[in-house]
């Protein structure tokens, strides 16, 4: 590896002296990263001089990082210099008819039962003026606008709050955190700035749906969410509908912050293309998710519904800085063909009398490896620290796998810690008992796996939820028998 | 209603059916009886379609079509229905929501509407009464933590809930005391009538004494060997099987 990182040194630096610079007219930058592409990349987005600075830094890190080798995941080595880092908004080509979209993608859209509005809007056919969702955009952030949140794209908030920016970015994930972390700080394209100001309760989910500009921010996404003292706010990230990307590798970092007695609730429904039924294509997601419960009587609660993409590696996770704070994490992973999966959380207790829940559901069947890996670290100072784990990991069929690591570290004696983990198995015996009440094989494994993920579900937004569990039956069609 | 003509069937290879005859009409209580392994249940769950075990002769018509064609959802779609002798489990799917998608399934394959919200929960609180069974149970995840009384009640429930046209109790009464017996037995007793029929699988004749037959058979070695009125199954207490048994052998002598 330390030979490696010299080549590649050898490589950036030579193409430095060389005076290689990039065309700033081009739409798109050369395959390859070096400080130059990240310079481009800042200068494409007329960043201030202390933002391509930060870039920067972050850049010479990851030069000097190792790509992470624990992940129970397998995948052929990434090379980095053959990767577009940056190419603008590219306009989808717009269609005029749903006749025009693919059939089997409207199919699926019918089965999570999307609205005809909606599934124009996700494929790109132009809506109607009356009910065109930029002007419903409008009317939200206008709403938003009164009460004093910020909400909108990243390169819009570096713009207009530099100072809100330049103050959190990097607090909660710093650029060194871990390699795909200092990899997105080095070059993330784009992404969501949200502020809640101090005792305003948000009134409304925020979501990407109708922060529709923004919706094509590429594979190096960058959310940031501050919450002031004693305000709340729900976020969505993702849909239900099926994601097709070009890039193969993503890597996003979210950073939540909140203030004191102030409530984040994250829920993201992540389903880009897991690859064919070979276990071909499909996308790499490296995701480094962080709340800080920085005031006390903070709460931070993260739910996700993972059912795409070929490998998922992300751990949402809490530091429990402030006294009482609280962090929660309801997941559900579901992995099917040959799917891969180790997500889970990290629970850091700082803060005395701080309390964490973790329900992790897992959900494998095909030839897919669905892992659950937590941490749970009660410091020193933590006293009365409380924490709950529930992981359960369900199987079809006998060619999947399932695998737990819980990793506990207690330096405060006050601490109590409790972990429950089962495994099962979709049983003929239920599936029989659903077939001779009538109900079909495909319908007995979507009430089954509902049922099973109910906890968590239960803990989205209601319309998401509807969406959710349909979501969670197309992933698992024909997955028994 | 029911025709079933030299049925034969095994599991895993080993032949448990061997040769069975039955016919059921409208308004008839059939009880099937027989010692421990003589093929009781694999007789309700062949009819049900369950898929371990193999047909390997003989033919089934139901309503005349040929049941052993169809999968065991369409057979329910059919009305038949099975009250299972151990009810599975199903964490998170309460009753009410297992039976709201199983009634509106089983009427999507007779071609009928589905129910609304409200028309289901009319047709719950009219069922729930004849079977008398709690609302608080119906809310809890389905079968889990139920007692053996109230796994067979909601089994009843749910045979209320479907209104199938034949009903087969497979050991309905086994893990039952008493008294839930006879909330069982009742709710059996109402949802009789002259259009449905009802097959009960049975080892003990106490079952009987609150459902009461129209006719008796005892299988033995996957036969029915001997069939009567409800009389037989009196009869059947007071000798026990070996009765039948050594009846048997001495017709094999003679």
Same mark, same amino acid.
């Given at each position: 590896?330390?030979?490696?990182?010299?080549?590649?040194? @050898?490589?950036?630096?030579? @193409?430095y002296?060389?005076?290689?610079?990039?065309?700033?007219e081009?739409?798109?930058?050369?395959?390859?990263?070096?400080?130059?592409?990240?310079?481009?990349?800042?200068?494409?987005? %007329?960043?201030?001089?202390?933002l391509?600075?930060w870039?920067?830094?972050?850049?010479?890190?990851?030069?000097?990082?190792?790509?992470?080798k624990?992940?129970?995941?397998h995948?052929?080595?990434?090379?980095? !210099?053959?990767?577009?880092?940056y190419?603008?908004?590219?306009?989808?080509?717009e269609?005029t008819?749903?006749? @025009?979209?693919?059939?089997?993608?409207?199919?699926t $859209?019918?089965?999570?039962?999307?609205?005809?509005?909606?599934?124009k809007?996700?494929?790109?056919?132009?809506?109607?003026?009356v009910?065109?969702?930029?002007?419903?955009?409008?009317? $939200?952030?206008?709403?938003?606008?009164?009460?004093g949140?910020?909400f909108?794209?990243?390169?819009e908030a570096v713009k207009?709050?530099?100072?809100?920016?330049?103050?959190?970015?990097?607090s909660v994930?710093?650029?060194?955190?871990?390699?795909?972390?200092?990899?997105?700080?080095?070059?993330?394209?784009?992404g969501?700035f949200?502020?809640i100001?101090? *005792?305003v #309760?948000?009134?409304?989910?925020?979501?990407?749906?109708?922060?529709i500009n923004a919706?094509?921010?590429?594979?190096?996404?960058?959310?940031?969410?501050?919450?002031?003292e *004693?305000?709340?706010?729900?976020?969505?990230?993702?849909?239900?509908?099926?994601?097709?990307?070009?890039? !193969?590798?993503?890597?996003?970092?979210?950073?939540?912050?909140?203030?004191?007695?102030a409530?984040?609730?994250?829920?993201?429904?992540q389903?880009w293309?897991?690859?064919?039924k070979?276990?071909?294509?499909?996308?790499?997601?490296f995701?480094?998710?962080?709340?800080?419960? $920085?005031?006390?009587?903070?709460?931070i609660?993260?739910? +996700?519904?993972?059912t *795409?993409?070929?490998?998922?590696?992300?751990?949402?996770?809490?530091?429990?800085?402030?006294?009482?704070?609280?962090?929660?994490?309801?997941?559900?992973?579901?992995? %099917?063909?040959? +799917?891969?999966?180790?997500?889970?959380?990290?629970m850091i207790?700082?803060? /005395?009398?701080?309390?964490?829940?973790?329900?992790? /559901?897992?959900i494998?069947a095909?030839?897919?490896q669905?892992?659950?890996?937590?941490?749970?670290?009660v410091?020193?100072?933590?006293?009365?620290?409380?924490?709950?784990? !529930?992981c359960?990991?369900?199987?079809?069929?006998? !060619?999947?796998?399932?695998?737990? $690591?819980?990793?506990i570290?207690?330096?405060?004696?006050?601490a109590?810690?409790?972990?429950?983990a089962?495994?099962s198995?979709?049983?003929?015996?239920?599936?029989?008992?659903?077939l001779?009440r *009538?109900i079909?094989?495909?319908?007995a494994?979507?009430l089954?796996?509902?049922?099973?993920?109910?906890?968590?579900?239960?803990?989205?937004?209601? @319309?998401?939820?509807?969406?959710?569990?349909?979501?969670l039956?197309?992933t698992?069609?024909?997955?028994?028998? | 209603?029911?025709?079933?003509?030299?049925?034969q069937?095994?599991?895993?290879g080993k032949?448990?059916?061997?040769?069975i005859?039955?016919?059921?009409n409208?308004?008839e209580?059939?009880?099937?009886?027989?010692?421990?392994?003589?093929?009781?249940?694999?007789?309700?769950?062949?009819?049900?379609?369950?898929?371990e075990?193999e047909?390997?002769?003989?033919e089934?018509?139901?309503?005349?079509? %040929?049941l052993?064609?169809?999968?065991?959802?369409?057979?329910?779609?059919?009305?038949?229905f099975?009250?299972?002798?151990?009810?599975?489990?199903?964490?998170?799917?309460?009753?009410?929501n297992?039976?709201?998608?199983a009634?509106?399934k089983?009427r999507a394959? #007779?071609g009928?509407?589905?129910?609304?919200?409200v028309?289901?929960?009319?047709l719950?609180?009219e069922?729930?009464?004849?079977?008398?069974?709690?609302?608080?149970?119906?809310?809890?995840?389905?079968?889990?933590?139920?007692?053996?009384g109230?796994?067979?009640?909601?089994?009843?429930?749910?045979?209320?809930?479907?209104?199938?046209?034949?009903?087969?109790?497979?050991?309905?009464?086994?893990?039952?005391d008493?008294?839930?017996?006879?909330?069982?037995?009742?709710?059996?007793?109402?949802?009789? %009538?002259?259009?449905?029929?009802?097959?009960?699988?049975?080892?003990?004749?106490?079952l009987?004494?609150?459902?009461?037959p129209?006719?008796?058979?005892?299988?033995y070695?996957?036969?029915?060997?001997?069939?009567?009125?409800?009389?037989l199954?009196?009869?059947?207490?007071? /000798?026990?099987?070996?009765w039948? /048994?050594?009846?048997?052998?001495?017709?094999?002598?003679s």
């Amino acid at each position: 590896m330390a030979k490696d990182n010299q080549v590649l040194e @050898e490589i950036t630096s030579k @193409e430095y002296e060389h005076g290689w610079t990039v065309n700033l007219e081009a739409d798109e930058a050369p395959k390859g990263l070096n400080e130059d592409i990240v310079r481009f990349i800042s200068a494409k987005k %007329n960043e201030p001089e202390w933002l391509l600075e930060w870039r920067l830094k972050a850049f010479r890190h990851w030069q000097k990082m190792e790509e992470p080798k624990w992940p129970n995941v397998h995948y052929p080595a990434i090379n980095y !210099q053959d990767i577009i880092y940056y190419s603008a908004p590219k306009k989808k080509k717009e269609l005029t008819d749903l006749n @025009e979209v693919d059939p089997e993608l409207i199919k699926t $859209f019918e089965k999570l039962g999307i609205s005809l509005t909606e599934q124009k809007r996700l494929t790109g056919v132009a809506v109607d003026a009356v009910i065109d969702s930029v002007s419903v955009a409008t009317t $939200f952030k206008d709403k938003l606008a009164e009460l004093g949140i910020v909400f909108c794209s990243f390169s819009e908030a570096v713009k207009e709050h530099p100072e809100l920016i330049k103050k959190y970015l990097g607090s909660v994930v710093p650029m060194n955190d871990n390699y795909f972390a200092a990899l997105n700080s080095a070059v993330f394209s784009d992404g969501s700035f949200c502020y809640i100001p101090k *005792g305003v #309760r948000c009134p409304m989910e925020l979501s990407t749906y109708f922060r529709i500009n923004a919706a094509n921010t590429g594979q190096f996404e960058r959310t940031l969410i501050v919450a002031d003292e *004693g305000s709340y706010v729900s976020y969505l990230e993702g849909c239900t509908a099926p994601m097709r990307d070009e890039n !193969q590798l993503h890597a996003a970092v979210v950073e939540l912050y909140a203030m004191k007695d102030a409530e984040i609730k994250y829920s993201t429904v992540q389903n880009w293309y897991p690859g064919d039924k070979e276990g071909k294509g499909g996308i790499y997601n490296f995701v480094t998710k962080r709340g800080l419960c $920085f005031g006390d009587h903070s709460k931070i609660s993260w739910t +996700q519904v993972e059912t *795409g993409s070929a490998i998922t590696w992300k751990y949402p996770s809490c530091v429990l800085k402030g006294d009482y704070s609280m962090g929660e994490f309801y997941s559900v992973a579901v992995t %099917n063909n040959y +799917q891969q999966a180790d997500t889970g959380t990290k629970m850091i207790h700082i803060g /005395k009398n701080t309390k964490s829940r973790i329900v992790s /559901k897992g959900i494998s069947a095909g030839k897919s490896q669905n892992s659950y890996r937590g941490q749970v670290h009660v410091m020193k100072r933590a006293t009365n620290a409380r924490n709950f784990s !529930q992981c359960d990991s369900l199987l079809m069929g006998d !060619q999947c796998g399932a695998h737990t $690591f819980p990793y506990i570290d207690v330096e405060n004696q006050t601490a109590r810690i409790e972990h429950e983990a089962t495994t099962s198995k979709i049983g003929e015996d239920q599936i029989f008992y659903c077939l001779q009440r *009538g109900i079909d094989e495909e319908a007995a494994v979507a009430l089954i796996v509902n049922g099973y993920a109910k906890e968590v579900l239960n803990q989205l937004p209601m @319309e998401f939820a509807v969406e959710a569990q349909k979501l969670l039956a197309l992933t698992l069609e024909g997955s028994v028998g | 209603m029911l025709q079933i003509k030299n049925l034969q069937a095994s599991i895993e290879g080993k032949q448990i059916l061997n040769g069975i005859d039955l016919q059921v009409n409208a308004g008839e209580v059939h009880a099937i009886m027989g010692p421990n392994g003589s093929g009781k249940s694999t007789l309700a769950s062949v009819l049900a379609g369950r898929e371990e075990y193999e047909v390997t002769g003989g033919e089934v018509e139901f309503l005349g079509k %040929n049941l052993l064609e169809l999968e065991p959802d369409q057979r329910a779609g059919e009305g038949i229905f099975l009250a299972f002798q151990y009810p599975v489990e199903i964490p998170g799917v309460s009753t009410v929501n297992f039976m709201k998608t199983a009634v509106n399934k089983i009427r999507a394959y #007779r071609g009928q509407n589905a129910l609304d919200a409200v028309a289901f929960l009319q047709l719950m609180k009219e069922k729930m009464k004849l079977v008398e069974i709690d609302q608080a149970l119906l809310s809890r995840s389905l079968n889990e933590g139920f007692s053996g009384g109230e796994k067979k009640r909601n089994e009843i429930f749910q045979m209320a809930m479907l209104e199938p046209t034949l009903s087969i109790l497979d050991e309905t009464d086994s893990g039952l005391d008493i008294d839930a017996l006879r909330i069982v037995a009742n709710g059996v007793n109402k949802l009789r %009538n002259k259009n449905n029929a009802t097959i009960v699988v049975t080892h003990y004749q106490r079952l009987l004494d609150y459902i009461v037959p129209d006719f008796v058979h005892v299988l033995y070695k996957g036969r029915i060997v001997k069939s009567g009125g409800k009389e037989l199954a009196k009869e059947l207490e007071a /000798k026990g099987y070996d009765w039948i /048994k050594s009846q048997l052998a001495d017709s094999v002598i003679s």
